[in-house]
Nanobody, 120 residues
């Protein structure tokens, strides 16, 4: 069973920065996409940033220009650097790994989540 373990969440003031890290129990090169999602209070889980195995990284509008996703295939980690944080960024952040099966179906794996709190 694939395990994803997030770390790096915490409390920060408006304008501050946090770096989230996700360690995966197997080679992340086997996953088509590594991504970070978040769930803010009252909302559904939403994509923050995605790093495909091949191709360009993509960001949600709210993350563009402030957040940076990076993956290290050698260390089996994917990080999310978050800058200029705002109170509306408060929520639980989840690491996600997606891979395609030979059948064409997708497998998704999730971490347990890490809390990010931004105070004004």
């Amino acid at each position: 069973q694939v395990r994803l373990v997030e770390s790096g969440g915490g409390w920060v003031q408006l304008g501050g920065s946090l770096r989230l890290s996700c360690v995966v129990s197997e080679s992340i090169f086997s996953f088509e996409i590594m991504a970070w999602y978040r769930q803010v209070p009252g909302n559904q889980r939403e994509l923050v940033a995605a790093s495909p195995r091949w191709g360009s990284r993509r960001y949600s509008d709210f993350a563009q220009g402030r957040f940076l996703i990076s993956r290290d295939n050698a260390k089996n980690t994917v990080d999310l650097q978050m800058n200029s944080l705002k109170p509306e960024d408060t929520g639980v952040y989840y690491c996600n790994a997606e891979r395609m099966m030979p059948s064409g179906s997708k497998q998704n794996f999730w971490g347990q989540g890490t809390q990010v709190t931004v105070s004004s």
